[in-house]
Nanobody, 118 residues
Framework: QVQLVESGGGLVQPGGSLRLSCAASGTIDTFYTMGWYRQAPGKQRELVASITNGGDTNYVDSVKGRFTISRDKVKNTMDLQMSSLKPEDTGVYYC????????????WGQGTQVTVST
């Protein structure tokens, strides 16, 4: 069992920055992908950025060059540094961890709200 707790969301003006953090507790599988997803009102949840146990990262095109995902294996945390924020970045951001080989190993945090607005 894994518990994920997000923090760092809030209200920010366009062009501003926020840093989201996801704290994981429990047993993290050896081979995994951790990711940040977001869900805007009326839209489906989408993958924003992900990082594997090997450190490989992936970003949705709309955030490339603006967002950076990182993982601290010692602290068991995952962060998302968001810069040059746009109103379209608004949504609930969720932390996720899933195993590469075990389909039932798939956990979500409760989400944190990010609002980009004047």
């Amino acid at each position: 069992q894994v518990q994920l707790v997000e923090s760092g969301g809030g209200l920010v003006q366009p062009g501003g920055s926020l840093r989201l953090s996801c704290a994981a507790s429990g047993t993290i599988d050896t081979f995994y992908t951790m990711g940040w997803y977001r869900q805007a009102p009326g839209k489906q949840r989408e993958l924003v950025a992900s990082i594997t146990n090997g450190g490989d990262t992936n970003y949705v095109d709309s955030v490339k060059g603006r967002f950076t995902i990182s993982r601290d294996k010692v602290k068991n945390t995952m962060d998302l540094q968001m810069s040059s924020l746009k109103p379209e970045d608004t949504g609930v951001y969720y932390c996720n961890v899933r195993s590469t080989f075990t389909s039932t190993y798939n956990y979500w945090g409760q989400g944190t709200q990010v609002t980009v607005s004047t």
